[in-house]
């Protein structure tokens, strides 16, 4: 079995050659140098789960040693690919049994099980002792994310949300080449609107085989009323925020990361318009009011979960008078784009941060200048490459950081403030109310 059919397999077949056990610490006594690989547990075995899983074979010096699912197949399927890459790794359905009987073994655990029991398990890790990875939403509301938070100070350990934005090249280029003072004031002269819109096309709900039926006793013991309510978790508030609330916190946390400010309104409307499973809202648009240097920016962000909007990937859009910078895990979707007549970007361009986009028809010297139609921006690109994985990226500053190598490029302190906006968004949505924060709303 190749990695690359892992993503798509139900159930392996065969097994390869076992690997040593692995013993020893993972800090020598400068706390620097490491006697063994960094020792992993992945708990959640789903789609995200297996992404971790690729992503973390092509980590030097970390190793997967325990699964955790509590879908017996999926737990079983993990186990086998990676027996398929020679590794041994012990598997568990349940997460307290892990790491009562692991607490040794393990370093750290990879967090990609649903929203519900992220805190339950984060903090059960963290007292454990061990670092800790998790997938968005940290928790389902934000009292239990604060605890999180505090958990993570207190026992002094690296709990990492995996907002994978911030290891991604092309948007940490922005953050370190525009951000000062001088580049800002003359990327965006003033900054008057932010924008954010991600699209997911309609799917049905999701079934399962006889093989992957779960009994309702069993599922009872892990949350669970039924295997409708298992297989189709994302869609039901008691499991989770729902998918709308995903994809605002990461885009929203763009504008936290790069400026640093909060909202201090929030309007939104939404409900469940289309399915007719589950109760969270498939589609939702927001309205925010931010303070930025002493004057109002507007922001809006729209999810909808019922169309691929025409191909328009998942983007976030900062505007200001002088042009504007739209981001995007797309690589085709992150562009630069300066106002009609406005020209001093060309200081960034001399400087090797950015580049203008070729524009010259095929056959044409792309160094002609042309009178093109008025009203035309300019458009730039950023010489940064699109990465292979951000997922592998992002694991790895964890893994580094782990090591004391780097520092965390997503601490859940940084995460936070955008998962209180998301929360406050559905707030306003639900109650039809103006929401009004201060910063109070973001203390932890």
């Known amino acids: ?91 568990y359905t349940d997460f307290r049994e892990m790491a009562a009987h692991e607490k040794a073994n393990i370093d750290v655990v990879l967090i990609a099980t649903p929203d519900f029991v992220h805190a339950e398990q ?73 924008e954010t819109q991600a699209n997911r096309r309609v799917h049905s709900e999701l079934l399962w085989t006889q093989r992957d039926t779960l009994t309702d006793d069993y599922l009872k013991r892990y949350g669970y009323e039924s295997m409708s309510q298992y297989r189709n978790w994302k869609q039901y508030r008691k499991y989770g925020n729902g998918q709308c609330a995903a994809n605002f916190s990461q885009q929203f946390d763009v504008f936290e990361w790069f400026f640093g400010s909060r909202p201090r309104e929030i309007r939104a409307m939404g409900g469940l318009d289309y399915y007719t499973f589950g109760d969270c809202y498939d589609n939702t648009a927001a309205l925010l009011a931010y303070n930025l240097d002493d ?69 044409e010297d792309p160094n002609l200048i042309h009178v093109r139609e008025t009203g035309n921006v300019v458009p730039y690109l950023i010489p940064v490459l699109r990465p292979d994985s951000i997922v592998r990226l992002h694991l790895e500053n964890f893994v580094h950081a782990v090591l004391g190598k780097e520092t965390p490029n997503c601490p859940a302190e940084a995460a ?29």
């Open 122 to 194: 984060t903090l059960a890790a963290l007292e454990t002792g061990w670092d800790v990875y998790c997938e968005p939403m940290m928790a389902t509301n934000i009292e239990d994310a604060r605890q999180m938070i505090r958990s993570a100070k207190k026992t002094g350990k690296i709990l990492q949300v995996a907002f994978e934005r911030r290891s991604d090249p092309r948007y940490r280029h922005v953050a370190e080449k525009f951000l000062d003072r001088e580049s800002r004031d003359l990327l965006w002269g003033t900054v008057t609107h932010f």
């Open 416 to 444: 936070f403030p955008a998962h209180v906006i998301a929360w406050k968004i559905a707030e306003a949505a639900e109650t039809g109310q103006t929401v009004t924060l201060n910063d109070e709303s973001f203390a932890l």
């Open 295 to 363: 004057k109002t920016v507007r922001a809006s962000g729209r999810v909808r979960m019922t169309t691929s909007g025409g191909g328009n990937l998942p983007f976030e859009h900062v505007y200001g008078v002088n042009g504007s910078v739209q981001t995007s895990l797309s690589e085709s979707f992150f562009r630069f784009h300066a106002e009609p007549g406005f020209a001093k970007w060309n200081e960034f361009v001399r400087r090797g941060d950015l580049k203008r986009e070729n524009l010259a028809a095929e056959g």
């Open 1 to 91: 079995m190749k990695r690359r059919d892992f993503m798509a397999i139900g159930a392996a077949a065969g097994a390869g050659l076992m690997a040593e056990p692995l013993t020893g610490p993972l800090f020598a006594d400068d706390g620097i140098e490491t006697a063994g690989p960094v020792r992993a547990a992945l708990a959640g075995c789903g789609r995200q789960g297996r992404a971790i899983l690729n992503a973390g074979l092509r980590i030097p010096n970390f190793r997967f040693v325990a699964l955790c699912d509590i879908q017996p197949t999926a737990v079983r399927s993990a186990k086998l690919y990676l027996e398929s890459e020679d590794i041994e790794a012990a598997d």
